[in-house]
């Protein structure tokens, strides 16, 4: 799960960065609003935390053009500012919640947890396809009673493919919302992932497998009953 933080106070952004690491979230961090349109609009978060006072482009303007470009990652607004005015306005921007400044990290994480949830993951704990089992919880991966628990990067690859069972994941996305826009992480990282990927799906025995498209990226392969 990747998170875009976008704020000019360096020292907030850390403490923002540091609380989310800490339960596995992984961040970018930009300082100013060009940036952080740039960043949100490569459509490859799962949350952009987004502060109204910035420079070079506020955060209503950011949320705009991000909603204008049909981007709709969702967008928690932060500000020092309490006024019902700004809520308003943010809300009417396309945010989709807001806090004050200075906030708890409790309350943080419940927001990002309630706003990182996906359509079909708000009830289910679990991805399924076929025969495998995904835990979103636990990471824990099972196929016909046998279970084995993922790393965090094979479980977030994994979590891609399951998720649009039927599309191809191109390796530059996985990439991307695995490693983050800015690393330098390249094809062999996201192949040696799928290659421990590939041990565990056949040390579980499931009809699942990873199948390549050359040059393109990866997708599940399954029986269809
Ligand atoms: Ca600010």
């Not at 991307?176 to 799906?201: M, P, T």
């Amino acid at each position: 799960m990747r998170i875009l933080i976008v704020e000019d106070e360096s020292h907030l952004a850390e403490t923002l960065g540091q609380i989310l690491r800490e339960q596995h979230y992984q961040t970018d961090i930009v300082n100013d609003g060009a940036d952080g349109l740039d960043y949100a609009l490569s459509g490859q978060y799962d949350l952009v935390l987004l502060d109204v006072m910035l420079p070079k482009l506020d955060g209503f303007e950011v949320a705009r053009r991000l909603r204008a470009a049909h981007i709709s990652t969702p967008v928690l607004m932060l500000t020092a500012r309490d006024e019902t005015g700004d809520k308003i306005t943010g809300l009417d921007c396309g945010a989709d919640d807001y806090m004050t400044k200075p906030f708890d990290s409790g309350e943080l994480l419940a927001r990002v947890r309630a706003l990182t949830r996906r359509q079909g993951e708000v009830l289910a704990q679990s991805l399924t396809i076929s025969d495998l089992s995904l835990n979103l919880s636990t990471r824990c991966l099972s196929c016909a009673g046998k279970s084995v628990r993922l790393g965090f990067k094979e479980f977030d690859v994994l979590r891609l493919l399951m998720a649009a069972p039927k599309a191809v994941i191109p390796k530059e996305d996985i990439i991307a919302k695995v490693w983050g826009i800015d690393s330098d992480a390249e094809d062999n990282n996201v192949e040696v992932y799928i290659s421990f990927l590939r041990k565990k799906l056949h040390f579980l025995g499931s009809r699942v497998s990873i199948g390549t498209v050359r040059k393109v990226g990866y997708h599940l392969e399954y029986p269809l009953s």
